[in-house]
């Protein structure tokens, strides 16, 4: 009886104990498996699982693998400030106003209301120096300007004189009578990359420091017809009305281009934005405020040039419809005295392929004035090498 009471204890610890090491496993194996798909033997059941067991992250980290724009917009949106332009518009007179009968009954008086309408243009501006220099688009600052209003990221609102503008890059300088304001830096636009991040920052739709991303989409673009000068960044982050005159930045927090206008058949955000390249805002800013103009290059006396279609490339003897199709030309002018002619098709310049007009305009406006430029021309099939003089572009910009 004994002995057999005996045996049962030993059976039933024996049974206990098995249990014990099976139920250890069973959970090492689930952690294991949890953290690297494959379950492991160990020798030890608690140390090995106080090693595998996961740190939870903390509550703040951002999402894996996405960018973390948090510090670049905090700093860039305070270099970005509102622009508010009033112009005046001044409406026609009365048809009537110099009428006998009209004035006998009415006087001097006008009766059709004011003549002038004043009319308030609402976009963003981007300071690019501590002592108040602010770089917007021509369009937001407007024509017969009578006040400009600028306002700060601290919430000051300050008035603002126009230094100068250039309409053929739709940029304007600006300057408020003020010193240590949070700048941007200018970044070189030339190494912007197609699918690099980038930030916008401006105002749309009136609603300040507004900061949305996306990537550079294309660089280079022109004939989208916003300008006569066009060399833009194209981006898919969000610019609405408003967003004109705002920041472009990449990643380190430096200015790479001066938000201008939008694709869109709704006249809002489909996804297509585009900037003037920073490089080109700091040739017209150094040129406005040099000269308070722009000076830019000209062959002289090109009045029309046109894109090649396919049917008059094969009318005028080219193999493709690449270059710039001169239309009509002055007699007496730089180009005309080389030995530039109507239906001639501009192919080069400076050992430059043309590609269409808006190419050329560039490369001219950007040659050296008083240098002698190398045309190469396509007339008849045949193809000519011209020396023609780059002269500074009588065209004057406020």
């Given at each position: 009886?004994?002995?057999?009471?005996?045996?049962?204890?030993?059976?039933?610890?024996?049974?206990?104990?098995?249990?014990?090491?099976?139920?250890?496993?069973?959970?090492?194996?689930?952690?294991?498996?949890?953290?690297?798909?494959?379950?492991?033997?160990?020798?030890?059941?608690?140390?090995?699982?106080?090693?595998?067991?996961?740190?939870?992250?903390?509550?703040?980290?951002?999402?894996?693998?996405?960018?973390?724009?948090?510090?670049?917009?905090?700093?860039?949106?305070?270099?970005?400030?509102?622009?508010?332009?009033?112009?005046?518009?001044?409406?026609?007179?009365?048809?009537?106003?110099?009428?006998?009968?009209?004035?006998?009954?009415?006087?001097?008086?006008?009766?059709?209301?004011?003549r002038d309408r004043r009319s308030m243009s609402l976009g963003s501006g981007v300071i690019i120096s501590p002592d108040g220099y602010i770089v917007t688009n021509n369009h937001v600052v407007g024509e017969n300007v009578r006040e400009i209003t600028v306002a700060l990221?601290?919430?000051?609102?300050?008035?603002?004189?126009?230094?100068?503008?250039?309409?053929?890059?739709?940029?304007?300088?600006?300057?408020?009578?003020?010193?240590?304001?949070?700048?941007?830096?200018?970044?070189?636009?030339?190494?912007?990359?197609?699918?690099?991040?980038?930030?916008?920052?401006?105002?749309?739709?009136?609603?300040?420091?507004?900061?949305?991303?996306?990537?550079?989409?294309?660089?280079?673009?022109?004939?989208?017809?916003?300008?006569?000068?066009?060399?833009?960044?194209?981006?898919?982050?969000?610019?609405?009305?408003?967003?004109?005159?705002?920041?472009?930045?990449?990643?380190?927090?430096?200015?790479?281009?001066?938000?201008?206008?939008?694709?869109?058949?709704?006249?809002?955000?489909?996804?297509?934005?585009?900037?003037?390249?920073?490089?080109?805002?700091?040739?017209?800013?150094?040129?406005?405020?040099?000269?308070?103009?722009?000076?830019?290059?000209?062959?002289?006396?090109?009045?029309?040039?046109?894109?090649?279609?396919?049917?008059?490339?094969?009318?005028?003897?080219?193999?493709?419809?690449?270059?710039?199709?001169?239309?009509?030309?002055?007699?007496?002018?730089?180009?005309?005295?080389?030995?530039?002619?109507?239906?001639?098709?501009?192919?080069?310049?400076?050992?430059?392929?043309?590609?269409?007009?808006?190419?050329?305009?560039?490369?001219?406006?950007?040659?050296?004035?008083?240098?002698?430029?190398?045309?190469?021309?396509?007339?008849?099939?045949?193809?000519?090498?011209?020396?023609?003089?780059?002269?500074?572009?009588?065209?004057?910009?406020?």
């Open positions: 009886m004994v002995r057999r009471f005996i045996l049962t204890s030993a059976l039933v610890v024996a049974g206990f104990a098995a249990g014990m090491v099976v139920t250890g496993r069973l959970r090492i194996a689930n952690t294991s498996s949890a953290n690297t798909g494959v379950a492991e033997p160990a020798t030890s059941a608690e140390p090995q699982a106080r090693a595998t067991a996961p740190t939870p992250p903390p509550a703040s980290a951002p999402f894996a693998g996405a960018p973390d724009f948090t510090k670049i917009a905090g700093q860039a949106v305070k270099g970005v400030a509102n622009i508010s332009s009033l112009q005046v518009v001044r409406r026609q007179n009365s048809p009537f106003e110099n009428d006998p009968f009209f004035q006998y009954f009415f006087g001097d008086q006008d009766v059709s209301g004011s990221s601290d919430n000051r609102e300050v008035k603002g004189r126009v230094i100068g503008t250039d309409p053929a890059t739709d940029i304007a300088l600006l300057k408020v009578d003020l010193a240590g304001l949070p700048s941007l830096p200018l970044g070189d636009s030339s190494k912007l990359l197609v699918g690099e991040w980038v930030l916008a920052i401006g105002s749309p739709f009136q609603l300040s420091r507004t900061v949305t991303a996306g990537i550079i989409s294309a660089t280079g673009r022109s004939n989208v017809g916003f300008s006569e000068y066009e060399d833009f960044i194209q981006t898919d982050a969000a610019i609405n009305p408003g967003n004109s005159g705002g920041a472009l930045i990449n990643t380190r927090g430096e200015l790479v281009g001066i938000n201008t206008g939008i694709f869109s058949q709704s006249g809002g955000y489909q996804g297509i934005g585009f900037a003037v390249p920073s490089n080109l805002v700091q040739h017209v800013v150094t040129d406005l405020r040099q000269f308070g103009q722009v000076r830019r290059g000209t062959i002289g006396g090109i009045v029309t040039i046109d894109k090649l279609t396919p049917q008059v490339a094969e009318e005028v003897g080219a193999p493709n419809t690449s270059g710039a199709l001169v239309i009509r030309m002055m007699r007496g002018s730089e180009a005309y005295d080389a030995g530039v002619r109507p239906g001639d098709v501009i192919v080069g310049f400076n050992g430059v392929r043309i590609d269409d007009p808006s190419q050329l305009y560039r490369l001219v406006a950007d040659a050296k004035i008083g240098s002698t430029a190398s045309v190469r021309i396509l007339r008849g099939g045949r193809t000519l090498e011209m020396k023609v003089p780059i002269v500074s572009d009588a065209r004057g910009r406020r």
